[in-house]
Structures are given as structure tokens and as C-alpha cells.
């Protein structure tokens, strides 16, 4: 009951993809998580101030991922409804070609073709859209932290023992930081993909 085309592609592409999430993915969350540890060490040993005003971003980064991350998983788990699409047709119509010139339904199914093509099309934008607002808002929390790094050095010095070399210091470790935090949402990004490519393997693999 099912096209060869939506077999194909959750026995290989889906099950690829998730492999490559758990062997790279994991093995990178741990290195970000042991270098925001060492990050912290050394931040909170030189100032433990202005190291809390680096960290201010941080809730505000937490409520970003649970505010888009059912609607990240719910694009994605249609961006893989679609792509299915587009692979089973494709698939079907190569396997049935003779059928197709016999009939003389050339145009016909490339219009049907073209109609999966630009729904798998906005479907991509949106994920995609939804995957870089997460890095966007780190990216831009990054920049407005090391602003405040300086403008709250600046007022601090000499008067809360802060000096220059302090406030240089801690405004290179804000962005060590927060690189390692962009990295981490790239690989959750992974991980909500992935998640939704495993919902279509079991799907798959609990068929009778």
C-alpha cells in the first residue's frame, strides 16, 4: 500500500541522516558542553560581575527554544511529509515511464510533479526559517552582550577594583561563550530533525 519512493527514503536517507546526527552530533554537544565549562571557570576567576552580566542572555535564549520548538518539530515533520512526496512520485514515474508515453500523460504528470516540487519548496523555507531564528537571536544576544560587557566596565572602572585589562578580558570570554552556545543550537537544530526523520523510521518499522 505504500510507493517505493517513501520505502527508499526512510530506509536510506532518514536512517543516514539520523546516524549522522547520533555519531557527530553527540560527540559534539559533549566538546561544547566541557569548553562552556572551562569558559566559565575562567570568567568567574577573573570577574564574577561582569560574568553574571554574560550570563543574563542565557534565560532569554532558553525561552526562544521553547517558544519555536513545536512548531520547529511540526515544520520539519511536514518538510519530511513532502519530501516523501516528491520522492515516491519521482519514483513511480521513472519505474512506470513506458506507461506514461503510452498514455500520453507527459505534461499532465509533470504538472502534478511541479505542484510537489513547490510544496516541498515552502515547506523547506519555513523549517529552514524557523532552524536560523534560534542561531539568529544567539547571534544577536552575543552582540549585545559584549556592548554591555564594555558600557558596564566602563562605568565599573577604578571604582569596583575593574580595570581595562579586566574589562578586555571578559569581553574576549563573552565571545568564546557564546560560540559555544551557537554551536549547541546548530546541533538541536540536528537533533529536532532528526527527531522527526524517527518518527517516520518507527512508523515504518511497526508496519505488520
Do not use: C
Not at 73 to 87: E, I
Request: net charge positive; hydrophobic share 50%; glycine share 6%.
Amino acid at each position: 500500500n505504500r510507493p517505493q519512493g517513501k520505502i527508499l527514503i526512510r530506509v536510506v536517507n532518514y536512517v543516514n541522516s539520523v546516524s549522522d546526527v547520533l555519531s557527530n552530533g553527540l560527540v559534539n554537544l559533549l566538546l561544547e558542553v566541557v569548553n562552556i565549562v572551562i569558559i566559565l571557570f575562567f570568567m568567574f576567576y577573573v570577574d564574577v560581575r561582569l560574568s553574571l552580566v554574560i550570563l543574563s542572555g542565557v534565560p532569554l535564549s532558553i525561552l526562544v527554544i521553547f517558544l519555536i520548538r513545536t512548531r520547529q518539530r511540526r515544520a520539519w515533520q511536514d518538510l519530511s511529509n513532502k519530501s516523501s512526496n516528491v520522492n515516491a512520485y519521482l519514483q513511480e514515474s521513472l519505474n512506470g515511464i513506458d506507461i506514461t508515453q503510452l498514455f500520453n500523460r507527459e505534461v499532465k504528470n509533470h504538472g502534478i510533479f511541479s505542484n510537489l516540487s513547490g510544496a516541498y519548496r515552502t515547506s523547506w523555507i519555513k523549517a529552514v526559517r524557523l532552524n536560523a531564528l534560534f542561531p539568529f537571536v544567539v547571534d544577536n544576544l552575543m552582540n549585545m552582550i559584549s556592548m554591555a560587557i564594555y558600557a558596564v566596565g566602563l562605568l565599573w572602572i577604578g571604582i569596583e577594583n575593574v580595570s581595562l585589562g579586566v574589562i578586555l578580558a571578559m569581553g574576549t570570554y563573552a565571545l568564546r561563550f557564546w560560540g559555544p552556545i551557537l554551536s549547541i543550537a546548530n546541533i538541536y537544530n540536528s537533533f529536532v530533525t532528526a527527531v522527526s526523520y524517527l518518527e517516520r523510521i518507527f512508523k515504518t518499522l511497526a508496519e505488520p
